[in-house]
């Protein structure tokens, strides 16, 4: 009995031993060109928490093994730090940003948020209304909104209008929708700024759903351009996510073929995400400003996504950060898919994850500060 239970957890061994590298290739090796290698980046915690287990395992039970499991994981450092920070935040982020305003220090407060339709569509409302919304927004008292998935189904009393009435702290605005907008719906990104926007525009996606907008503001005499991004999503709806995680107990010829679609589904997303962050990537190093990339990028810090926006940038979860980075509500895919980067020469000196089930997102909220020194986006 022994003996087959050993067999069993070398051969677990090998397999998530090769899961995790394969995690660790999949940020280098494009959707575009082996998709599936994705699915491992995706599960990397799984993996992460698996070798964790051997490790302990095996320490009792073979040193060369174990040398190599630890090996292996201290490997993928720099992907436990994108998902979990072991040191506390920087202090309470209200009287940070007030003692900074004080000191006439170059301070922005920042949210992005996807607001999942405000809920418009949901069959239980008691997850919160557009009310619930308008609250917790105000209640952050960002300086910049960035807003995804946003609806304004004019038909029941919430208009362009109104939302930018109730958001009138920031005075100044840019919104991008999909198709042509009307009366009656209107769904995409919007960004509020406290600051004059003297420029705006859309990194333009083909033939899809998906947005990201920018507008170039002026903050204390320099100019930042913003980003707000909503990158291809899975479209997984909830019966599709209870068949993922409860596939033992559904198995039939039915859900099988369910499970082809899903898995079609997830092979056109990571390559429209690869092709939508190549595409940013792009048009941020062409800005002559200083940047600021917020947004749902529907994709983990372990994916080709993450790395090909990342590099050259400063992730405020990271720099400031505090515990797990979960950002996604549900199950699947967990962990953080919502970020908030910025250029070198911008500082975070606070960053938190307003944790709230309004949504199945949770926002995010830093405090950034534009360093002195910088040169480049001088207005």
Known sequence: MKRSIHRLITALSILFIAGIILSYLSVWISPEKLWLLSIFGLFYPYFLIANLGLLIYWTFRNRKTALLILVVILSGTIHIRNHYQFRGTKGNDDIVLSRDRQENRKTVKILTFNVKLFNFYEANRGSGSYNDFRKLILEQEADIICLQEVLVPGNNGLSLETLSRDLGRNPYSYYKFIGNPSKTRNYGNIIFSAYPIINKGEVSFSKTG????????????DTVRVYNNHL?????????????????????????????????????????????????KLHINNSKYPVIVCGDFNDTPVSFVYRTIKTGLTDSFVEAGKGFGKTYEQIFPSFRIDYILHSKNIHTNCFRTVKTRLSDHYPLVSTLELQSSQSPGKH
């Open 210 to 221: 998906s947005r990201c907008i920018y507008v170039d503001m002026v903050i204390s005499g």
């Open 232 to 280: 291809q999503s899975f479209r997984l709806g909830s019966k599709n996510l209870a068949l993922i995680t409860d596939f033992e107990h559904n198995l039939n010829e039915k859900s099988i073929y369910k499970l082809q679609e899903i898995s079609l589904r997830m092979k056109t997303a990571y390559i429209q995400r690869a092709k939508q962050a190549k595409q940013l």
